[in-house]
Each structure stands twice: as C-alpha cells, then as structure tokens.
C-alpha cells in the first residue's frame, strides 16, 4: 500500500509537471524535499532526547505499572471475554498505559505479546476474536497525552506556542477513542448471541474484585 | 472554553515533568539525573531513524505539491468543503493518515512548513496528526505477528476511528482558535 501510494505522487508530479511545464521546479521540490525531511528529523532530536530521559524516570519509579494499574478495571469492562486472571489483562494494561505516555518502542511489544496471549484463547488461530478486535481498535485510535513528535516539529518551524495543540489533541483522541469503543461494542453484540454476552459480562464483573491483584502482574521493560 | 484548552495545553507538560521526578525521588529513592540522561541516550537514535523515512516521504510529497497535481486534486473537492469552512488543503493528509505514518507525518510537516504552524490548517493538521494512530500498520503488525487472516471488523472499526477523529480535530480546532 505504502509503496503505491509512494510511487504514484511520484510519478503524477512527474506526468503534471509535462503537461503545466514545471520539471525544473518539480526537480528542485524533490532535493527541498530531501532537505526537508533531514531538517524535520534532526528538530526532533532535542524533543525525543528530553522526553525519553523523563519517561526513563517515569518507567525506573513504577509510574507506567501504577497507571497500568489504574487502567485495571476500564480493561476488564472492555474485555469481558478474557478470564480475569489470565496473563493477557496485565499485557494489555502494560500496552494502553505505554501508549498514553506516547512511548510507541514500549507499546508494540506488549502489545504483540497480549495478542499472543489472546491467541492462546482462540478456538479457530487464523481468525480475530472479540478481544482480538477490542485491543486493536483501541490501538489504531490511541490515546496520548502529550504528542511530543508534532510539538518538535511546531518548534522547528518557529510556532510562538508549540504547546497549543495538545490541548485540541487530547479532545480530538479522546472522541476518536470513544468511536472505535463504540463501534467495536456495535460488532461484538452484531456478532456474538446477545444471551451469550449479557452472561459473560455478569460473570465477570462478579470476579473483579477477586481479581484486583492480579493487575498490572507484567513489567515494562 | 478556549480559557480550559489553553490552560491544559499550558500545564500539561510542566505537570508531568515536575511530578514525574518528584514522585520518583521522593517516593522510589530514584537517582533521577542519572536515570533521566540514561533514558534520553536512546532519543538521538529515535530521531535518526526517522531520516530515510521522512527523506523518502517528503519528496514525493514536495513534488506533488510543486507539480500542480496536488492543487488539481483538490480542486474538485473545494467546493464541498468551503460549504463547512474547512480548508481543503488537510484532506490528503485525512486521506494519509490511516495508511502511512510516515507519509503523514511528512504531509503535517510539508503543511505546517507551507501555511505556517499558528495558521489555521497548520492547526488542523497538528491535531489531526497527534490524535490517531495509522491503522493500517497496527492490524498489519499486530494481527502479522500471531498468524490472523481473517480480521473480521478490526479494519471497518479502526477507519470509522480515524473518520470521527479527522473530523473532530477539524471542528474542534475550528471552534477552539476560530
């Protein structure tokens, strides 16, 4: 998908350009591009240098596990099909609570380790479970407190307040974060009996409290 | 409500870079500079390794702008977007965004780059940019990575996420710094 969509800009400016006569600026966009692009990264430095010392600190006092934590119960609302001692929650914790912190490098591993985890529960391997779809939709929205990465980018190009947007950022995740919940609780009660699912919430909102320690068992590294 | 988005907006940081080593050294008896310069070791070579990826986006990006063929594309959309004011100019980056982090995130630079990151669509495109994740990477690594085929509705929901979420970053940005 990526390289098409790559390969057609290319090769539309190019066709364009034929036809309205600009070659010469197009050539000259593609090396402003070049430098652009090496501009853009080497702002991000100073941002991604500062912000990973502080999550460090963050991670090293327990701060990622405490959220994790806190994120407890909301996780076992949103999976009601996961036995509430299962090793999956504690991944799935460790996986939100990375992504609220916007560190991407420590989300997607225990992300991918609480698939395997919900792998491990599927009857039929090749095909998504409920749950499966649940972590997936609250990834694909993600959300973030802080969006470091446009902050840098605001600053390299002398924005008189970086910082603005994350307040508009935080209100739009926060809807967009909603919808995928939203959308996701539609096609799980489309898809499962609805008897069947009433049963298993009760269930397991029954054991919440028995399974309160058993949160967050897994650490972040 | 413009006074509530811009004190979260001015606080937010601070408060989480007072708090975070506070409570560290207070509470967890971390050595909080050293453990601080550890961690930002690994920043350099977060933001290196995005080089190639925003090179490679930046310039196709930068000739389909220069060429015409980004105005002609959004030529035939203006209309319907006028009608709401909402500038047209971040419909390919709504478009990039659940296919290509890169690509979108090389498209909020180019855009902020070119209208400026106080004007309204260098707005628009920061906050549409920071509230979604691209979906189609996710499914891509997550479902890859345990053998799933068949991804049932995960795709349909993911989209519809980063639909609602163009949108209200549009129209809260619309509303907040209108």
């Given amino acids: 998908m990526v390289n098409w969509i790559w390969l057609f800009m290319i090769v539309v400016s190019v066709v364009v350009a034929a036809f309205t006569g600009k070659m010469d600026t197009v050539t000259q966009a593609a090396f402003d591009g070049a430098k652009s692009g090496v501009t853009v990264s080497f702002g991000l430095i100073s941002i991604m240098v500062f912000w990973l010392g502080m999550m460090r600190i963050a991670e090293d006092a327990g701060l990622l596990k405490t959220l994790a934590r806190l994120l407890g119960p909301l996780v076992r609302k949103l999976f009601p099909d996961i036995p509430p001692n299962h090793p999956a929650i504690g991944y799935i914790m460790s996986n939100l609570s990375a992504n609220l912190f916007g560190l991407g490098n420590a989300a997607t591993p225990m992300g991918i380790k609480a698939m395997q985890e919900l792998q491990k529960l599927n009857p039929d391997s090749t095909t998504a479970t409920p749950a499966m779809c649940t972590l997936l939709a609250l990834n694909t929205s993600s959300i973030t407190l802080v969006p470091t990465t446009l902050i840098a980018i605001r600053m390299n190009y002398n924005s008189a307040n970086p910082a603005e947007i994350i307040g508009t950022t935080l209100a739009a995740t926060f809807i967009a974060t909603s919808a995928a919940i939203l959308a996701d609780r539609w096609y799980r009660r489309k898809a499962a009996p609805p008897a069947n699912f009433d049963s298993n919430f009760k269930l397991n909102k029954k054991s919440l409290n028995n399974s309160a320690t058993a949160a967050g068992g897994d650490s972040l590294v | ?178």
């Avoid at chain 2, 990039?96 to 890169?102: K, M, S």
């Fill in chain 2, 1 to 178: 409500m413009y006074e509530l988005f811009t004190m979260i907006s001015a606080w937010m940081i601070p408060a989480i870079i007072v708090f975070i080593p506070l409570y560290a050294a207070l509470r967890r008896k971390v050595p909080v500079y050293e453990t601080f310069v550890e961690g930002a070791k690994d920043g350099f070579g977060t933001a290196i390794n995005i080089i190639p990826h925003l090179v490679g986006m930046m310039v196709a990006i930068s000739m389909f702008r220069a060429s015409g063929a980004m105005e002609l594309m959004l030529a035939g959309v203006r209309p319907l977007f006028d009608l709401f004011s909402i500038p047209s100019e971040v419909l390919p980056l709504g478009l990039l965004r659940p296919l290509t982090g890169a690509g979108s995130l090389a498209f909020t630079a180019d855009l902020i780059q070119t209208y400026g990151p106080d004007s309204m669509i260098g707005r628009i495109a920061s906050t549409i940019q920071g509230s979604t994740d691209t979906t189609l990477y996710v499914l891509t690594v997550y479902f890859g990575a345990i053998g799933i085929r068949r991804t049932r509705y995960a795709l349909k929901v993911g989209l519809f996420s980063d639909l609602v979420g163009f949108l209200a970053a549009i129209f809260i940005c619309l509303y907040i710094f209108g």
